[in-house]
């Protein structure tokens, strides 16, 4: 059973940026779709940006396209995000989770095949104005 563990939140500036990791153990994760969520206070949990450790291929949320980048490291078996030019809204308990392969990142964003995911306990990223 892979375990994930995710690091790299905290309390930045409006306009800051923050690299979250996720690192893996009992699995790796190029056996798996990859997912970086949050859940902000009173809000659903939303996807964020997902991939494909098969093919490299990605999904982001409209929100925070072309401000977050997911990427891997296999030799690692860490997965990260980069989020450049925070905004409050960002504000969120940021979770990673893996699922299967099967799932394309468009879908897996989407919150298909969580139910089935290993997840993270989440860390925490707070923006302030």
């Known amino acids: 059973e892979v375990q994930l563990v995710e690091s790299g939140g905290g309390v930045v500036q409006d306009g800051g940026s923050l690299r979250l990791s996720c690192a893996a153990s009992?699995?790796?994760?190029?056996?798996?779709?990859i997912g970086w969520f949050r859940q902000a206070p009173g809000k659903e949990r939303e996807g964020v940006s997902c991939m494909s450790s098969s093919d490299g291929s990605t999904d982001y949320a409209d929100s925070v396209k072309g401000r977050f980048t997911i990427s891997s490291d296999n030799a690692k078996n860490t997965v990260y995000l980069q989020m450049n030019s925070l905004k409050p809204e960002d504000t969120a308990v940021y979770y990673c989770a893996v699922g299967s392969n099967f799932i394309t990142p468009y879908f897996y964003c989407s919150g298909y095949g969580t139910q089935r995911s290993s997840w993270g306990q989440g860390t925490q990223v707070t923006v302030s104005s």
């Open positions: 009992g699995g790796t994760f190029a056996d798996y779709t």
